[in-house]
């Protein structure tokens, strides 16, 4: 592996990590609330579990999308790389999307957990990013920050 590449898993790590935190704290309350309200089951951890799963599997895989259509158009590139890394992130979210859908149809119709447990992590997971961002850069917002 090239000093290159070890730059570039040590920052998506550093990206990743503190979300994967974030998102195992939600987790974690999620299940507590469902346990306050009498409604915790095994179907709810499944369901929750599943969901923060994919909502990991999710960002995971944008940080890593990001990362490399950023490094093929870093260093001078012309307008039919900058036009490839665009296609190649856009289908990168649409493949993303249609992971999360076959999952999620997969655990309904399987029954093999609560969907709305399932939903809730992937629901949140915009301001576990915000926070994990903000954290991160001591308030000012991290690398992808808005």
């Known amino acids: 592996m090239t000093g290159i590449q070890m730059k570039a898993r040590k920052r998506l790590y550093k990206e990743v990590l503190p979300v994967?935190?974030?998102?195992?704290l939600v987790l974690a309350l999620m299940l507590a609330v469902y346990a306050l309200i009498g409604r915790f089951s095994v179907k709810v951890l499944v369901g929750?579990?599943?969901?923060?799963?994919l909502?990991?599997?999710?960002?995971?895989?944008?940080?890593?999308?990001?990362?490399?259509?950023?490094?093929?158009?870093s260093g001078?590139?012309?307008?039919?790389?900058?036009?490839?890394?665009g296609s190649a992130m856009r289908m990168g979210y649409i493949g993303r999307m249609a992971l999360i859908f076959i999952a999620l149809c997969v655990l309904a119709k399987t029954g093999a957990c609560d969907p709305i447990a399932a939903v809730i992590p992937l629901v949140l997971m915009q301001p576990v990013i915000l926070l994990s961002q903000r954290f991160a850069a001591g308030g000012g917002g991290g690398a992808n920050a808005a």
Not at 20 to 24: I, K, M, R, S, V
Not at 48 to 53: L, S, Y
Not at 55 to 73: C, F, I, P, W
Not at 76 to 85: H, L, P
């Open 20 to 24: 994967a935190l974030g998102e195992t």
């Open 55 to 73: 909502a990991g599997l999710n960002y995971a895989l944008l940080a890593l999308s990001v990362d490399r259509a950023t490094e093929k158009v």
């Open 48 to 53: 929750g579990a599943a969901g923060a799963v």
């Open 76 to 85: 001078g590139a012309d307008e039919k790389d900058v036009a490839r890394a």
